[in-house]
C-alpha cells in the first residue's frame, strides 16, 4: 500500500531552527509536497521536490532523497506564526496526492 | 495567480438537508478539481477527483449518490451533500489545478456542522 509517516507533532523554540522528517513508499513518484495549514485553515503551498537536493525559500528549505524515500521539512528563526501543522503530501503515479497525517508544531517563546 | 474561492465558509444544517459548496477558481482555469475533507486532527482526505464536463471519480468508500459533483465549467465545481448527518460534519475542502502544473492550490474551506 501507499503510506507517508510523519511525526505526530514536534515542540521548539521560537528563534531556533527545526527540522520535520517525512517518509514516504507509494506507486511512483510525481512529486513531493509541503503545505502548512494553521488550525481551522485550509493548507497553504510551501514546497515542491521532484528532483533530490535541497531546495531553499527564505527561511524554509525542503530536501528530497528519492532513493531513499525521505525528505525533510527545515524552518529556520522560528517565529511564534510557525505554529502550525505541516502536511508532506507524495504525488504518485497517478498524479494523485497522497497525504500524509501531518505534524504539529508547537513553537514556545 | 492561482486563487481559489470556496461558498460558503461556514454552515450549520438540520439533519436531512441538503448543502452545496461551490468551490471557484478566480484566475485560472481549472481542468481539474478536488474535494477533501478533513476531520479533526487527521490529515485530509481525498473523497473525489472533478472533471469539467465529466463525471466526477470518487475514491473507494465515498458514496457518489449522497456527495453530488458537478463540475460544469472550467471554473467552478459543486458539492452537494444529500440528506446531510450528524457524521457529516466536517471541513470540506477544494482544490484546482493548472493542467501544466503538479501543484494544486486549495481554497479556504468550509466548516459544515449538522445538528
Known amino acids: 500500500g501507499q503510506n507517508i509517516d510523519q511525526p505526530t507533532e514536534m515542540t521548539a523554540t521560537e528563534g531556533a531552527i527545526v527540522q520535520i522528517n517525512c517518509t514516504y513508499q507509494t506507486s511512483g513518484f510525481n512529486g513531493l509536497f509541503w503545505y502548512q495549514q494553521h488550525a481551522g485553515e485550509a493548507p497553504t503551498f510551501l514546497s515542491y521536490?521532484?528532483l533530490d537536493g535541497l531546495e531553499e525559500k527564505g527561511r524554509f528549505s525542503s530536501f528530497l532523497s528519492r532513493s531513499k524515500g525521505y525528505s525533510y521539512l527545515l524552518l529556520k528563526e522560528l517565529q511564534m506564526k510557525d505554529s502550525a501543522s505541516y502536511l508532506c503530501a507524495v504525488m504518485d503515479s497517478n498524479y494523485q496526492l497522497i497525504w500524509g497525517a501531518g505534524t504539529k508544531l508547537i513553537i514556545k517563546p | 495567480g492561482a486563487v481559489v474561492s470556496q461558498h460558503p465558509s461556514r454552515v450549520i444544517c438540520k439533519s436531512g438537508t441538503s448543502v452545496k459548496i461551490e468551490c471557484r477558481s478566480l484566475?485560472?482555469?481549472?481542468?481539474?478539481m478536488f474535494w477533501y475533507r478533513q476531520f479533526p486532527k487527521q490529515s485530509l482526505m481525498l473523497m473525489a477527483t472533478?472533471?469539467?464536463?465529466?463525471?466526477?471519480?470518487?475514491e473507494q468508500g465515498v458514496e457518489k449518490d449522497k456527495f453530488l459533483i458537478n463540475h460544469a465549467s472550467l471554473t467552478l465545481s459543486t458539492l452537494t451533500v444529500t440528506s446531510a448527518h450528524p457524521e457529516d460534519s466536517s471541513f470540506y475542502i477544494c482544490?484546482?489545478?493548472?493542467?501544466?502544473?503538479?501543484?494544486?492550490?486549495f481554497g479556504p474551506g468550509t466548516r459544515l456542522t449538522v445538528l
Open positions: 521536490n521532484v
Open positions: 482544490s484546482a489545478k493548472l493542467d501544466r502544473d503538479n501543484e494544486q492550490f
Open positions: 472533478s472533471n469539467e464536463g465529466s463525471k466526477a471519480t470518487y
Open positions: 484566475d485560472f482555469q481549472a481542468t481539474t
